[in-house]
């Protein structure tokens, strides 16, 4: 029994809420209309549901309100930028005008962050690049450790994810979103939220063995892709976005859970690649068709329904929930009108 | 009982067999020497025992021994280079050169290849950054499909590897090489050679059930790491590497196991990020050395014996082998004292 809530409602409440808090009104409009891109595919770890978390964060001082967002030191082909640690959304949508700025000329370019926050799923960011005929890649440090080194036990990474965006011709973009963990914290979180028992391979306790309660997640840790390839790929992911900009990484990363005042010097870094530099846009986008079609036309597993390709249930949902609104669980629903209260102001309304 | 044969003996008798086959003699010492390092590194899938299969496609004309290694198109950050059909490893030497030239006044920069052939292990090139103070990334179109999307049966992907070379200060530097399932071929085919059977998660059947015989490997597929991840990060790989270079990917892979003289048009990319451009680069593998301690210190598992970083074993390897000489297995060895006669040219000999 979820509820319905269009994207234009969604995006004006976000709004409003962080308005209230303390956010500048084009800030709060511009946070809420990513955290509502976010709902918009699918990614409802990342939209709504984060509304009251960025909330407190920011009345807890751990926000700054009025940010400078500055480039440090900057090259042709790349950029770093201080986030003053403003909203994340605000620093990684900068990042991504600079380095689609930059790859117009330079053919590719590299926008680094430190001092950034928690911005969303990461595949918002990649996704920029499509309009302008590029290749998106986005790196971030998680905000929480929940990965050991492989063989190891102490926290020591995040579920650092990966983002590439390709433009395709008449097909839809192939846009992979992917923690670097096999299930990201969220699904066990929400595994727990629903009294449901994890499959196998998601986590593991303390002795190397599987843990299945999430309720006990606290117990154990997440399970790379890969077993250590993924820790491999953690690993780097957090040299990238994290160590190169003087950002938190391994045991400085702040567990944005736990704590929800000090600054979490959140890395993250942002790529884009222009196709024109490369040859013919429009040929590229038909190889890319090309790819897509034969995966789609593959031969298929018994009781396998149809192949797909990264990025397409996104594409779908984004379609279908512009047009019969955002489910919302009227859980969520119930914290959402709580705050409404807390914050004086207008109720999310269903209709 | 494998024999153990200095790195300069490996590189003379592989640049001597190369230069026989038709390879000019700077070209033939260039590829032996890359051959020899990967051997020196412990990737000894891609060493010397490449060197038979590398002369049977130069004999039957499967590679260009007089190429134009030519630049297509370039911006001041990126270049797209023609590899004529030369020896891969020709054409991403190249290739990482002109990546780290550009990355030293842009930043960052990017190269990609088409018409280039397979170049040995990812993480050669990527290596290649390090003593510029610069990290190396190389993606890579594998040179046989092994693996179908995702709930298909078509083999339409490769095992697309990805490497990532990073600079430490005293500790040694983190070098990432990995294929993109969990296995790589090359491990299926020493299984198979060993009388061994496969761990489960390394293949399936075409039922989906696990395949643990790897003389049946022909029946069945790769897994992916981490499932539908894996197989979104080798669809990226080989969008990046084949595809945005105009270069082999999907269907029109060259299997270079069965066909020894269509040109392949294998695809590669290399980057390279100046760090220096970033902030100050002692400062920075400062912070690599602490991440590596942290690493190291972590408590361990039961039956642990120590925490590795990605490149640690390698690292090992080449010290021990510069030292020792590379460990040869005597059924190699016959296969190279054959080819020495058929070449005629002088044997390669333990001592």
Redesign the interface.
């Known amino acids: 029994m979820t509820i319905k809530i269009s994207a234009a409602r969604l995006r004006a409440f976000s709004a409003d809420a962080l308005c209230k808090a303390g956010l500048e009104p084009a800030d709060a409009a511009r946070v809420a209309d990513l955290m509502t891109q976010a709902d918009l595919q699918g990614s409802d770890g990342h939209g709504i549901i984060r509304l009251l978390p960025y909330v407190k964060r920011i009345q807890s001082g751990g926000i700054n309100l009025r940010p400078k967002i500055s480039v ?7 950029a ?1 930028l201080d986030g003053d640690n403003a909203m994340g959304h605000l620093v990684m949508a900068r990042a991504a005008e600079i380095a689609i700025e930059k790859a117009r ?6 926008v ?1 962050a430190q001092h950034s926050n928690h911005a969303g799923p990461a595949s918002l960011y990649a996704r920029m690049a499509l309009e302008h005929d590029m ?1 998106g890649l986005y790196f971030a440090v998680g905000n929480a450790n929940h990965l ?7 926290m ?1 990474l995040s579920t650092n994810p990966i983002a ?1 965006a ?1 433009p395709a011709g008449e097909e839809a973009p ?1 846009v ?1 979103d ?1 923690a670097t963990t ?1 299930a990201a914290y969220g699904k066990v979180k929400a595994k727990a939220q629903q009294g449901e028992s994890m499959p196998e391979g998601w986590m593991i306790d ?3 063995k599987p843990l299945l309660d999430p309720k006990r997640a606290a117990e154990g840790f997440l399970l790379p ?2 077993g ?3 820790y ?2 953690a ?2 992911v ?3 976005a994290g ?4 950002a938190a ?3 400085q990363v702040v567990d944005f859970n736990a704590d929800q005042s000090t600054p979490t010097n959140t890395g993250q870094a942002i ?1 884009a ?3 024109s ?3 013919d846009v429009k ?2 986008k038909e ?2 068709d ?2 897509v079609r ?2 789609h ?6 009781n ?1 329904e ?5 990025g397409e249930q996104s594409h779908q949902k984004r379609i279908d929930y512009l047009r019969d609104g955002v489910p919302v669980a009227p859980a969520l629903f119930a914290v959402l009108a709580t705050l409404a209260t807390e914050l004086d102001i207008a109720p999310l309304s269903a209709e």
Do not use: H, Q
């Open positions: 440090v030191t900057e090259r042709p082909a790349m770093l000329t330079c053919g590719v370019a590299w680094g290749i050991p080194p492989w063989g190891g036990l102490d020591l590439v390709v192939i992979l992917m096999v303390r002795e190397g892709i890969g250590y390839k993924g491999g790929l690993l780097i957090g040299l990238l160590t190169l900009n003087s990484m391994g045991k790529m690649i222009d196709i530099a490369f040859g040929a590229f190889r890319v090309v790819v034969d995966l036309n593959s031969e298929r597993m018994p396998v149809r192949i797909w390709v990264p």
